[in-house]
């Protein structure tokens, strides 16, 4: 068991992504950041994320669609929809 969960920003903004990180980091979290909903679900087929904080606006793939794709993961993670706008 891992000592705490590893959790994976998506967000297009490097001030949010950079924020956000520093702080989970801060609490002892394990974390990863991508720009892109793409990105995000090709770190996800690796395996290994636990929660994923998604941006709702993001270029390209949104996060409703990137939410879509997720949930039909064989063991998607727990998702927590954020919006900076």
Same mark, same amino acid.
Do not use: T
């Given at each position: 068991?891992?000592?705490?969960?590893?959790?994976?920003?998506?967000?297009?903004?490097?001030?949010? !992504?950079?924020?956000l990180s520093s702080i989970?980091?801060?609490?002892?979290?394990?974390?990863?950041? $991508? @720009?892109?909903?793409?990105?995000? +679900? @090709? !770190?996800?087929?690796?395996?290994? &994320? @636990? &929660? $994923? +904080?998604?941006?709702?606006? +993001?270029?390209?793939?949104d996060g409703m669609e990137? +939410?879509? !794709?997720?949930?039909?993961?064989p063991q998607p993670p727990?998702?927590?929809?954020?919006?900076?706008?």
């Amino acid at each position: 068991m891992s000592a705490s969960p590893k959790i994976l920003i998506v967000d297009d903004e490097a001030g949010i !992504r950079e924020s956000l990180s520093s702080i989970l980091r801060d609490e002892r979290y394990s974390v990863e950041a $991508v @720009e892109s909903a793409e990105l995000a +679900l @090709e !770190r996800l087929h690796s395996g290994n &994320v @636990e &929660v $994923v +904080l998604l941006d709702v606006w +993001l270029p390209g793939m949104d996060g409703m669609e990137a +939410l879509s !794709r997720i949930q039909s993961l064989p063991q998607p993670p727990s998702v927590i929809i954020i919006s900076g706008h």
